[in-house]
């Protein structure tokens, strides 16, 4: 079995520096630093991570805990997450919080217990406990897309600026009737993408209503129910935003329910473009959030975290993107 002696001497180093490498405990040039690397891979040195561990604290491994590992935008992000922690020597720990509270608060208890230098995490709708438990643990952590706590670092997409693009694409089409289609009640994403549409509506000097927003758009299938409900009103809307993707194929399919047409007879525009928005008829407008700049930036502030626990906390806010396409027009 390869030694670390032999690393240094493959590598023209000191043992000691090798350390420095492996360990990431000191600064050590890039250069430097890429010889121990190949040397490690020519000889096959392998470190022992467990003896490492208990000397450094350190276990080289992140929790990664979040809900809906299957919807294509957290997917977006896991891998952006994997891929960063991945070229920073990081291990990732991935575990589905299920979005309910306990199971949340029972997942990042265990991460701690497995000794992960930090965690990242999309809290749930009620995420006081796991919240506090983390801040008192003092567990290095990074709240992703939903914002609710400025104790911890947090990234995260501009909603406000997100509703404020679908709500002037809206107007630009002459719609002065919007209804909404939210996410679900409690989430800190639900409530800033409300208070976004309100405040978009006002720019225009359109009063909102109440009546046209929905909330509960966890699943499909109450979007769907959201949609017939704004549908129903005795003053229907003319044009429909969705806040997330699955508020927008659960709206696609209310609308297809009742016999209408995007946009003939109704327009859609939603928040979370995804891959096959391309291939609905229409093709849907929607605003793209920075998946993968989200994943990449969360990495980053943890491993800032991990380094220097006491150091400013920073929320993070990412521009999104309007991808104008075919499912908004002149209202009917």
Known sequence: MATIVEVARLAGVSVSTVSHVV????YVAPATARLVTEAIADIGYQPNTIARSLKTASTSSVGLAISAISNPYFSDIICAVE?????LGLMVFLSDTQDDPDTELAVVQALHRRRVDGVILAPSAAPQRTLDHLHASRVPCVL?????????????????????????????FGHRRIGFVA?????????ERIE???????????????????TGSATTAAAAAAAHALLSLPSPPSLIVTGNNLATIGAMRAIRER????????????LDDFEWADCFEPRLTLVAQPCEEIGRQAAAL???????PDGPRQTVRLPPALRPRASCGSPA
Request: charged content about 20%.
């Open 23 to 26: 360990n990431r405990t000191r």
């Open 83 to 87: 891929a960063e922690c991945a070229r």
């Open 144 to 172: 992703i897309d939903r914002l609710p706590d400025a104790r911890f670092d947090q990234v995260g997409v501009d909603n406000a600026g997100a509703m404020r693009l679908l709500v002037d694409h809206a107007v630009a």
């Open 183 to 191: 996410g679900h009640p409690g989430f800190a994403t639900t409530l």
């Open 196 to 214: 976004g549409f309100r405040a978009a509506l006002a720019a225009h000097g359109l009063a909102f209503d109440p009546a046209t927003v929905a």
């Open 259 to 270: 016999g209408l047409a995007v946009p003939a007879d109704l327009s859609l525009v939603g």
């Open 302 to 308: 943890l491993v800032e975290r991990i380094a220097r």
